[in-house]
């Protein structure tokens, strides 16, 4: 009996492979089937203040010797979706240009909090953008003291590769009203409230403030958001900050930390590093950025 069941069942094996052969495509109710079996996937985020392009700025520090530098960085590094700060329009087109594998999308206000996306590996579903005040939806609105309107661009992104969804938000908080920090931490987890909780949700911005700060507190408080660097497996450069300002490769320490990469739902850091990357003296910006390899989970 056993040996029958043993020729029928390497009989059967045989016909699949002659039908592979036949049908080599797989079929479209099977990849939709295994697109959706994927638990969980992988996004290398980057938050990276790209400092604003400022004709007092000095040689090595002008924009154009800055550009290859950030290429370089970007081309070193690889991530897959980068939240950047003080980016000017023309600075986009810059960009752009020297990083084509890239697309952006973000707001239109002086200076972008623009989203930096590899756009054969994700689509944008959605996505819009509002400003840190009192009236959000007003173009360059600021009522909380700042002298610079400040906003955050958000996305809802669908990895292709898996069919998994999840939201990136980038922003930049003001660096002189402390009432304008504490106001847009408490703006941003009202808006972000109101995104699908089933989806994981990324957070990367310039927030002038370090770690023990209020607007910190506001954010990672309650089981909000996480803030990646705290909760990764691995640190990469924990003895510096994330500002150099052009001249200080310790990122001025550990408590000048003031760019963060927060979590909220499923998602964990693998990895997270503080990228000092500099050479011959020139910074490819007056921030360091910082990447994190993050892994989103979700029910199958």
Do not use: C
């Not at 309650?222 to 150099?244: K, M, Q, S, V, Y």
């Amino acid at each position: 009996m056993k040996k029958v069941l043993k020729s029928q069942f390497l009989m059967a094996a045989g016909i699949l492979i002659i039908l592979s052969g036949l049908f080599p495509g797989t079929s479209p109710v099977f990849a939709a089937e295994n697109k959706n079996q994927w638990a969980s996937i992988d996004v290398k985020a980057m938050t990276f203040n790209l400092r604003f392009k400022n004709n007092n700025d000095s040689s090595p520090h002008t924009w154009n010797e800055r550009v290859p530098a950030i290429r370089r960085l970007i081309n070193m590094k690889k991530p897959d979706i980068i939240g950047a700060q003080e980016v000017s329009h023309t600075q986009l087109q810059d960009l752009k240009d020297n990083l084509p594998n890239y697309s952006w999308v973000g707001g239109n206000r002086r200076e972008y909090s623009a989203i930096f996306y590899k756009e054969k590996e994700y689509s944008v579903l959605e996505y819009d953008h509002f400003w840190l005040s009192d009236t959000p939806e007003v173009i360059g609105s600021k009522t909380w003291g700042n002298k610079i309107p400040r906003m955050v661009a958000w996305a809802k992104f669908l990895d292709k590769k898996s069919n998994k969804q999840f939201y990136f938000v980038n922003t930049h908080f003001d660096h002189q009203s402390a009432k304008a920090r504490k106001k847009s931490a408490e703006l941003i987890l009202k808006f972000t409230n109101k995104f699908d909780p089933e989806l994981p949700v990324i957070l990367t911005g310039d927030f002038n403030a370090e770690p023990d700060s209020l607007p910190h507190q506001i954010l990672t408080s309650g089981g909000e958001f996480d803030d990646l660097w705290e909760t990764a497996e691995i640190r990469i450069n924990e003895d510096l900050g994330t500002f150099n300002g052009f001249h200080d490769p310790t990122g001025e320490g550990p408590n000048k930390r003031i760019d963060w990469i927060l979590g909220k739902g499923n998602l964990t850091s693998n990895e997270i590093e503080i990228v000092n990357y500099h050479k011959n003296g020139q910074f490819p910006s007056d921030h360091f950025p910082v990447l994190a390899d993050i892994s989103l989970t979700y029910n199958k």
